[in-house]
């Protein structure tokens, strides 16, 4: 089966830029997206298509992709951006997402 | 704007069935597909299968696939998932999710939780 790596947990001061990687063997052939998820809510939508942001989501939340690894930058980083990020990619027919990364704000 | 309602909670017995329900609302409910996708207590998310809204045509995650039914039905803008011979591993929050134009999740259910429980 197809896995996709990401660490644990990252940390990161208020204003600071938090860097969350996912790694995958395959992740070369296929768009990554990225999803936030706070506690007893729905998943959101921060990235799709490696790079792209949906309407509404604001500009510090970035996202990039070279080789095998992916990355979600989030910029001048926000208590409210305290959350589960979890990537997301698709081996032919089959959604596969990453372990999650909790972010934590301090 | 898009929707997505799902159906309440449920508590099964090991080994019965559930079903699993997910209204669409706000765009042309037979041009995108659904996937589902579950979230065991504390853990991460997992991809369980997806469904052609237009067509039926379905493809299921290996873990799954021999108790999983997705069913999508156009009269109504609602799409189902059924899964069988439940055991207590399969508590979970189930949600449906589609992708408008892209094959990312754009719209996501608020979730169903399914405790399996004798």
């Known amino acids: 089966s197809y896995d996709l790596t990401q660490p644990p947990s990252v940390s990161v001061s208020p204003g600071q830029t938090a860097s969350i990687t996912c790694s995958g063997d395959?992740?070369?052939?296929?768009?990554v997206c990225w999803y936030q998820q706070k506690p007893g809510q729905s998943p959101t939508l921060v990235i799709y298509e490696d790079t792209k942001r949906p309407s509404g989501i604001p500009e510090r939340f970035s996202g990039s992709s070279a080789g095998n690894t992916a990355t979600l930058t989030i910029s001048g980083t926000q208590a409210m951006d305290e959350a589960v990020y979890y990537c997301q990619a698709w081996d032919t027919t089959t959604a596969v997402f990453g372990g999650g990364t909790k972010l934590t704000v301090l | 704007q898009v929707q997505l309602v799902q159906s309440g909670a449920e508590v099964k017995k090991p080994g019965a069935s559930v079903k699993v329900s997910c209204q669409a609302s706000?765009?042309?409910?037979?041009?995108?597909?659904f996937s589902w996708v579950r979230q065991a207590p504390g853990q991460g998310l997992e991809w369980l299968g997806w469904i052609s809204a237009n067509n039926g045509n379905t493809h299921y995650g290996q873990k799954l696939h021999d108790r999983l039914t997705m069913t999508a039905d156009t009269s109504t803008n609602t799409a189902y998932m059924e899964l069988r011979t439940l055991r207590s591993d399969d508590t979970a929050v189930f949600f449906c999710?589609?992708?408008?134009?892209?094959?990312?999740?754009?719209?996501w259910g608020l979730g169903t939780l399914v405790t399996v429980s004798s």
């Open positions: 706000g765009y042309t409910f037979a041009n995108y597909g």
């Open positions: 999710a589609t992708g408008l134009g892209h094959s990312a999740f754009d719209h």
């Open positions: 395959k992740l070369g052939d296929s768009y």
